[in-house]
């Protein structure tokens, strides 16, 4: 099994900056790509940003430009830094990772717990 524990949510004023982390444990083989969603308030969930095991990244249009995701393999861990929050960027925000537990069988996708990022005055 695969846990994904998030971290780096809260409260920010509009303009400010919060990084979030994503770190994987459990028995894997391998770590594919991660990536993070975000549910507003009567919104679909949708894809914030995504990372490929090689570092390759791809953003949503709305934080292209203020938002970075990296990841440290050895740690197992991808990090969203986000700058210049706005009051749309208010969420819960959920990690996602694509992981294989066994060379047997196929990946399947892994969701964190979520974290609340709040953005206001």
């Known amino acids: 099994q695969v846990q994904l524990v998030e971290s780096g949510g809260g409260l920010v004023e509009p303009g400010g900056s919060l990084r979030l982390s994503c770190a994987a444990s459990?028995?894997?083989?391998?770590?594919?790509?991660m990536g993070w969603y975000r549910r507003a308030p009567g919104k679909q969930r949708e894809l914030v940003a995504l990372?490929?095991?090689?570092?390759?990244?791809n953003y949503a249009d709305s934080v292209r430009g203020r938002w970075t995701l990296s990841r440290d393999n050895a740690k197992r861990t991808v990090y969203l830094q986000m700058n210049s929050l706005k009051p749309e960027d208010t969420a819960v925000y959920y990690c996602?990772?694509?992981?294989?537990?066994?060379?047997?069988?196929?990946?399947?996708?892994?969701w964190g717990q979520g974290t609340q990022v709040t953005v206001s005055s």
């Open positions: 990372i490929t095991s090689g570092g390759s990244t």
């Open positions: 459990g028995t894997l083989v391998s770590l594919n790509d």
């Open positions: 996602n990772a694509d992981a294989r537990t066994s060379w047997l069988r196929g990946s399947s996708s892994y």
